[in-house]
């Protein structure tokens, strides 16, 4: 009832009954009529009971009542329904300033964003001196992890890793089904990595967590980090990755080490990506 009282009758061009009304925004008949749907079955979805309910139904009413995507979703869930996809109120290319901030006081680790795709969107400056980020515009994650020999060279634990990698990836596609930007990087990869089209032939799908990632640095020698993949209810279509120093590895005092004035001077060459 609060979300009918929000949306006025002029709004959905309705007459106002000229100040008559006893309480203000839609009335359960004219919902109902706008949805397309009986004004008891509405009174009933409202009154929470045992009803059946479709997608298209639960978007018609989310429509008129000019539900945001979170109580879309929220509507979902109280109809016993699996809530739609998440969607971002922000363009694709918006990166807000507070997440690279975020990346940023990760330092001195390594951290980056990766859009749906994992099309690389930002990463810290420790993420460019030990992973390589910078040398490839607008890079994909997936693609180079195969592709980049570079990266390849460095990755001392890539073949271990390879296959729960591409495992994630298949589970980033199962949450956006039919999704032609997953259908791209599939089809562009296995034009050019055979390896790649064994792993994916196997079908196997790990959700997203962490990933221990072992990196041969040709200035601060061996780094051992956990890579971990976070998702921030405002971005929904964003991924941050992560990298925390494995315990008792060194790594840590490496890391601090390199990106120091004394380790970025050695570091003047190309590195990984």
């Given at each position: 009832m609060?979300?009918?009282?929000?949306?006025?009758?002029?709004?959905?061009?309705?007459?106002?009954?000229?100040?008559?009304?006893?309480?203000?925004?839609?009335?359960?008949?004219?919902?109902?009529?706008?949805?397309?749907?009986?004004?008891?079955?509405?009174?009933?979805?409202?009154?929470?009971r045992d009803i059946t309910v479709s997608p298209q139904v639960l978007d018609a009413v989310a429509n008129v009542l000019r539900l945001s995507g979170d109580e879309r979703r929220h509507l979902y869930v109280l109809a016993g329904l699996n809530p739609p996809q998440p969607e971002s109120p922000y363009d694709p290319e918006y990166l807000c300033e507070g997440l690279q901030r975020l990346i940023d006081g990760w330092m001195p680790y390594p951290a980056h964003i990766m859009d749906p795709y994992w099309?690389?969107?930002?990463?810290?400056?420790?993420?460019?001196?030990?992973?390589?980020?910078?040398?490839?515009?607008?890079?994909?994650?997936?693609?180079?992890?195969?592709?980049?020999?570079?990266?390849?060279?460095?990755?001392?634990?890539?073949?271990?890793n390879a296959g729960r990698v591409v495992a994630q990836y298949r589970a980033a596609c199962s949450e956006r089904p039919g999704d032609e930007g997953f259908q791209e990087i599939v089809a562009e990869l296995s034009a050019v990595s055979p390896e790649f089209v064994e792993l994916w032939a196997q079908g196997d799908v790990q959700a997203g967590g962490q990933l221990v990632k072992e990196?041969?640095?040709?200035?601060?020698?061996?780094?051992?980090?956990?890579?971990?993949?976070?998702?921030?209810?405002?971005?929904?279509?964003?991924?941050?990755?992560?990298?925390?120093?494995?315990?008792?590895?060194?790594?840590?005092?490496?890391?601090?080490?390199?990106?120091?004035?004394?380790?970025?001077?050695?570091?003047?060459?190309?590195?990984?990506?």
């Open positions: 609060s979300r009918r009282a929000r949306v006025a009758p002029a709004d959905v061009g309705l007459p106002d009954g000229g100040g008559r009304r006893r309480t203000p925004g839609l009335r359960r008949e004219e919902v109902a009529v706008l949805a397309g749907v009986g004004a008891s079955w509405y009174q009933w979805l409202e009154q929470g099309n690389l969107i930002a990463f810290n400056d420790s993420a460019r001196m030990v992973v390589g980020f910078g040398r490839k515009p607008r890079p994909n994650c997936l693609v180079d992890f195969f592709t980049d020999r570079a990266y390849r060279a460095r990755a001392a634990n890539w073949e271990q990196f041969d640095h040709p200035v601060a020698g061996a780094l051992y980090l956990e890579s971990t993949q976070l998702r921030v209810p405002a971005r929904p279509d964003l991924t941050i990755v992560m990298h925390n120093p494995v315990a008792d590895t060194g790594t840590a005092a490496k890391l601090e080490w390199l990106v120091s004035p004394e380790g970025r001077r050695g570091g003047m060459y190309s590195v990984a990506g």
